[in-house]
């Protein structure tokens, strides 16, 4: 956990500190005294006295007690020093700027353990090694730069890359964002991004804690307790945005089931985030433009105004926004006409708003008036002005600042000349705000902020037998379950099931048809992908026709039975699960049989899944008017379809040794949910 030495320390030591500011341990004490750290300062370095003006000691033997030790020393010298530090000098914060450790090897790691063994004995905190630093409102403790402008209301800021920070934080200085803190965690040997939020967290305060939290990292090595506390944070008032990279999957996943080959790590990160309410990012841009619109007050409607004085950016912003789900209504009636007469002849006031190339500082102030007051339908307003360089535009963005303090409905200003208009840009955030300058990558992410959903409400299981499912799993070896077995875990966690019988022989298959009504579904039970086999023998409505169906089916190889159900009517439907290593359980929910192969259009969430979150899933499905019923089709019983979703996500969590599961397909209709079609492999490593 991070500890109030590694944020507002009393006194700082560089092991490592240079004249050179070229180098790591120059450049970051450079840093701290261009920062006007207001405590003691102290350099370690065996062959000057004084560095950077600051006294300097030969060894850390010799050094006072210090608060915060920052190293820039090679790895192997690391250790010695920090166990000095920790068990004399009373040092209970460490940042090690040095590379040489884990990211090198075994031998690197086994020196980064060792050094984590000892901070941790001295109940102290480690952020890196291999880092750039932290930056706190109380000091610049990192080498790389630029320092950007703190401000105790501005972004707190976690990276698990260090350059990748850095080059985070020159894409946000230019459009006036600032930063509150910086961590950069490098190694995270043992302070990693999750602990950094779990801090933000802990210790938030809602008068003086930034609302604003950015995160980038390459893994999750611990989704609990991110999803934890960042909901929790989301919950106080926050907005998270981060950016997770290494999405792709090299090579190919070797997967035995349809919910094995659609389910991957980065899907279990989507369901993540979205559980937590954490909206996803894919790049730098995207980050800091989200941050920029965190900034701004929320919407709390999609309904957006388009200000303009140039009709193609309005068109672009306006096609951006309508892709991603954000509406531009028509304005009309009484108040547009009378908004239309106050303008130069030639503007338009339906929305977009166009008052021309000629329009001024005046008449901006006039329109945004009329949106505040005269439309309650607009949720907010994105203002787009620019320069062809033949005037100051300073009077506009005065304006628009004064109505951006003034007004209650959000104002996006979206200033695109920053070359011919750079002086007024710099005018504009001079006054505390940010700016955009790209229409369509601010659309984008405008309806991406809109489109991310709150936290997860805590799912509340329904009641199941888990009893018999612990039966069932205990007793059975790995791999794939028996069909009784199946028909028995079906059945206790109460999804409603085909009525079938497993047969083996021309007698039993006799009696199966005696008691299951016809028509009759006959499928192989062995190979694993049925269809592929020829192992499905549909609308059988005869008992010569099932003789006929049997002998070929348990001919086909590995064959090891005959699944005999009754033939029912429905859309094909499809639910599945899968262990995701770390995440837990991830449930799959789409359209079934051979669409989701064709279509791949499937809904996941992390469980336990709660029946708000089984809704959202099934309505974010592109098949979802299927499912409503379409062109006289019958629907889908949604309530039912929820409730099996739900259902499904009880029983992982009774059965955590489930590793894949799939019930595909499901048959839905307007009156039920039925599973025709199970499979679940199980493994007793994970539970």
């Known amino acids: 956990m991070l500890n109030p030495e590694i944020i507002h320390p009393s006194s700082i030591a560089v ?20 920062g006007k750290f207001p405590g003691k300062l102290y350099v370690v370095n065996p062959k000057e006295d004084v560095v950077l003006g600051v006294k300097s000691y030969k060894n850390v033997e010799d050094l006072p007690e210090v608060s915060l030790a920052i190293f820039c020393i090679a790895a192997k010298f690391t250790k010695s020093s920090v166990e000095i530090l920790a068990a004399t000098k009373k040092t209970k914060a460490f940042i090690i700027l040095s590379a040489g450790f884990s990211e090198t090897g075994s031998q690197g790691a086994e020196l980064e353990r060792e050094i984590v063994e000892i901070i941790e004995k001295h109940n102290a905190c480690l952020i890196g090694p291999n880092c750039i630093g932290v930056l706190t409102q109380h000091y610049n403790g990192i080498f790389a730069g630029p320092i950007p402008k703190l401000n105790p209301k501005g972004c707190d800021f976690v990276s698990g890359s260090g350059a990748t920070a850095v080059f985070i934080i020159e894409k946000g200085m230019p459009m006036g964002l600032s930063f509150a803190s910086l961590f950069s965690v490098g190694n995270s040997a043992q302070i990693g991004v999750e602990e950094v939020v779990q801090y933000w967290d802990e210790t938030f305060d809602p008068e003086t804690s930034s609302k604003t939290k950015l995160i980038y990292l390459e893994d999750i090595h611990k989704p609990e307790l991110l999803l934890k506390h960042a909901s929790s944070l989301i919950q106080k008032g926050c907005s998270i945005a981060a950016v997770k990279a290494g999405s792709s999957e090299a090579g190919s996943r070797a997967a035995s089931s349809h919910t094995g080959a659609m389910a991957s790590p980065d899907k279990a990160v989507d369901a993540l985030f979205k559980k937590a309410g954490i909206i996803r990012c894919y790049g730098r841009e995207d980050l800091v433009q989200t941050a920029g619109i965190l900034t701004l007050p929320r919407l709390k409607g999609n309904n957006i105004a388009i200000v303009t004085h140039a009709g193609g950016p309005g068109v672009m912003l306006t096609d951006a926004l309508c892709a991603g789900g954000m509406h531009i209504p028509h304005l009309s009636g009484e108040a547009a006409n009378e908004l239309l007469q106050k303008l130069y002849p030639g503007s338009c006031t ?4 166009d008052f021309l190339a000629t329009g001024t500082a005046e008449q901006l102030g006039i329109i945004l008036d009329f949106m505040e007051n005269q439309f309650p339908e607009i949720d907010g307003t994105c203002v787009i002005f620019g320069t062809p360089g033949l005037f100051d535009v300073s009077p506009v963005y005065k304006v628009l600042s004064e109505k951006m303090k003034s007004t209650q409905k959000t104002i996006f200003p979206i200033l695109p000349s920053i070359v011919q208009a750079s002086k007024a840009i710099e005018y504009f955030k001079s006054l505390g705000h940010v700016f955009f300058s790209d229409e369509v990558i601010f659309g984008r992410n405008l309806a991406n902020v809109q489109k991310t959903a709150r936290p997860a409400p805590k799912a509340l299981m329904p009641e199941i037998d888990r009893k018999t499912i612990r039966n069932v799993i205990e007793s059975s070896p790995d791999g794939y379950l028996s069909p009784e077995s199946l028909q028995k875990l079906l059945d206790a966690c109460g999804i409603e099931r085909a009525q079938e019988a497993l047969v083996h022989t021309k007698e039993s298959l006799s009696q199966a048809l005696e008691k299951i009504p016809a028509p009759w579904v006959m499928k192989v039970v062995g190979p694993l992908h049925k269809s592929d086999v020829g192992g499905v023998i549909l609308n059988i409505k ?8 049997y002998n070929h089916l ?9 699944l005999v159900q009754n033939m029912l009517q429905g859309t094909e439907l499809f639910l599945g699960a899968k262990y995701e290593e770390k995440f837990g359980h991830l449930v799959m929910c789409g359209l079934g049989g051979i669409f989701i192969e064709v ?47 739900v259902r499904l996500s009880a029983l992982l969590e009774a059965a955590p040794e489930i590793q894949e599961m799939d019930l595909n397909p499901l048959l839905g209709n307007s009156k039920a949910i039925i599973a025709v079609d199970c499979r ?4 007793h490593k994970h539970q």
Do not use: H, W
């Open 554 to 562: 348990i001919s086909i190889p590995y064959a090891t039975g005959v």
């Open 680 to 683: 679940i492999r199980i493994s």
């Open 599 to 645: 279509f791949q259009d499937i809904a996941c969430a992390l469980s336990p899944v709660s029946q708000e979150e089984a809704a959202s899933m099934m309505k974010s499905l592109k098949s979802y008017k299927i499912i409503q019923g379409v062109r006289g089709q019958e629907g889908v019983n949604q309530e039912k379809f929820i409730n099996a979703i």
């Open 15 to 34: 092991i490592g500190g240079s004249n050179d500011t070229s180098k790591v341990g120059g450049k970051v004490l450079e840093n701290l005294l261009a």
């Open 350 to 353: 339906g929305n977009p708003i």
């Open 542 to 549: 005869d008992k010569n026709k099932a003789q006929e169906a």
